[in-house]
């Protein structure tokens, strides 16, 4: 009989499309999380839940036991003080997973990890939890991801759609479901064990354009409402979350990705989704991402 999946960070902003992928293959899996009476709330009706918390390693090996396969999809916090989930989550699933008896480990990471880890506490974070991952002797396979277009959804406040100034630097913004759908994939390919996959979409299309894009494919009232530099400068010394989208900012201007993802393309499927067919998708599920 197939072992299920095991989906840590499924109630979250990209591993909600990721469930709601799985359902439609008719995957067997299960979703590990805190609170199963507020996960059913976000996701469709049919998801198996398994209660843990990542700072229970005894939980987490319980919740797990039966899965060959994990993935995780663990988000940081805005702040370096605070505690980490992607980085010391890692670290109790990799002994967790040992005591259970899990084969492989499938984690969402970052594009420009880990060759940039020197700059931004971030991505040195998950350098971090990447090469632990790796000396684990578990078996594993890392996704690191451009910008997914569910980002868009949280530049929206109210009647407006912030934009924040910056170079015009094109970003491949791909689709939280054509993402889920190349995990999947991976999964049930044996070559993508203990390898990293670049994750890029078709099209390149700076921060501003993709914006007024979203907006225009959404409809209604909203308004494009610009935010100079300087104003998130401010901002960031006032607040974590500002300073993080400031940084986050900062981190893709200097990174320029350029388009790496032809060979995860051949392997794990071409993404198809426009902007705006991602818009569509958002008005017929009612799924738009907050943070």
Same mark, same amino acid.
């Given at each position: 009989?197939?072992?299920? @999946?095991?989906?840590? %960070?499924?109630?979250? $902003? =990209?591993? #909600? +499309?990721?469930?709601?992928?799985?359902?439609?293959?008719?995957?067997?899996?299960?979703?590990?999380?805190?609170?199963?009476?507020?996960?059913?709330?976000?996701?469709?009706?049919?998801?198996?839940?398994?209660?843990?918390?990542?700072?229970?390693?005894?939980?987490?090996?319980?919740?797990?036991?039966?899965?060959?396969?994990?993935?995780?999809?663990?988000?940081?916090?805005?702040?370096?003080?605070?505690?980490?989930?992607?980085?010391?989550?890692?670290?109790?699933?990799?002994?967790?997973?040992?005591?259970?008896?899990?084969?492989?480990?499938?984690?969402?990471?970052?594009?420009?990890?880990?060759?940039?880890?020197?700059?931004?506490?971030?991505?040195?974070?998950?350098?971090?939890?990447?090469?632990? @991952?790796?000396?684990? %002797?578990?078996?594993? $396979? =890392?996704? #690191? +991801?451009?910008?997914?277009?569910?980002?868009?959804?949280?530049?929206?406040?109210?009647?407006?759609?912030?934009?924040?100034?910056?170079?015009?630097?094109?970003?491949?913004?791909?689709?939280?479901?054509?993402?889920?759908?190349?995990?999947?994939?991976?999964?049930?390919?044996?070559?993508?064990?203990?390898?990293?996959?670049?994750?890029?979409?078709?099209?390149?299309?700076?921060?501003?354009?993709?914006?007024?894009?979203?907006?225009?494919?959404?409809?209604?009232?909203?308004?494009?409402?610009?935010?100079?530099?300087?104003?998130?400068?401010?901002?960031?010394?006032?607040?974590?979350?500002?300073?993080?989208?400031?940084?986050?900012?900062?981190?893709?201007?200097?990174?320029?990705?350029?388009?790496?993802?032809?060979?995860?393309?051949?392997?794990?499927?071409?993404?198809?989704?426009?902007?705006?067919?991602?818009?569509?998708?958002?008005?017929?599920?009612?799924?738009?991402?907050?943070?």
């Amino acid at each position: 009989m197939t072992t299920p @999946l095991g989906v840590i %960070g499924g109630t979250g $902003t =990209i591993g #909600r +499309p990721l469930v709601r992928r799985l359902l439609h293959h008719a995957r067997q899996f299960r979703c590990i999380v805190r609170d199963a009476a507020r996960a059913r709330s976000v996701l469709p009706d049919g998801v198996e839940f398994r209660e843990a918390d990542l700072r229970d390693p005894d939980s987490i090996a319980a919740a797990i036991e039966g899965c060959q396969t994990v993935y995780t999809n663990l988000a940081q916090p805005f702040s370096q003080r605070a505690w980490d989930p992607d980085l010391e989550g890692t670290r109790t699933l990799i002994h967790a997973a040992k005591r259970a008896g899990v084969r492989r480990i499938m984690r969402i990471s970052a594009l420009g990890c880990p060759e940039y880890r020197d700059g931004w506490w971030v991505i040195r974070n998950k350098a971090t939890a990447e090469d632990e @991952l790796m000396a684990s %002797g578990l078996e594993w $396979t =890392i996704f #690191r +991801p451009t910008w997914l277009m569910e980002s868009l959804g949280l530049f929206v406040l109210g009647p407006l759609i912030l934009k924040p100034g910056g170079p015009d630097t094109p970003l491949y913004w791909i689709s939280g479901a054509d993402y889920a759908d190349q995990v999947i994939r991976a999964v049930d390919l044996p070559a993508s064990v203990n390898r990293s996959y670049v994750v890029q979409g078709p099209e390149p299309v700076s921060l501003g354009a993709a914006i007024r894009r979203f907006r225009k494919a959404m409809g209604g009232a909203r308004v494009v409402a610009p935010v100079p530099t300087a104003a998130v400068a401010l901002m960031a010394r006032l607040s974590s979350r500002p300073r993080y989208l400031r940084d986050l900012l900062r981190f893709t201007w200097a990174t320029n990705e350029g388009f790496r993802a032809g060979q995860t393309w051949d392997e794990l499927g071409r993404p198809e989704t426009t902007i705006e067919a991602y818009a569509a998708s958002i008005r017929l599920i009612g799924d738009l991402p907050r943070k």
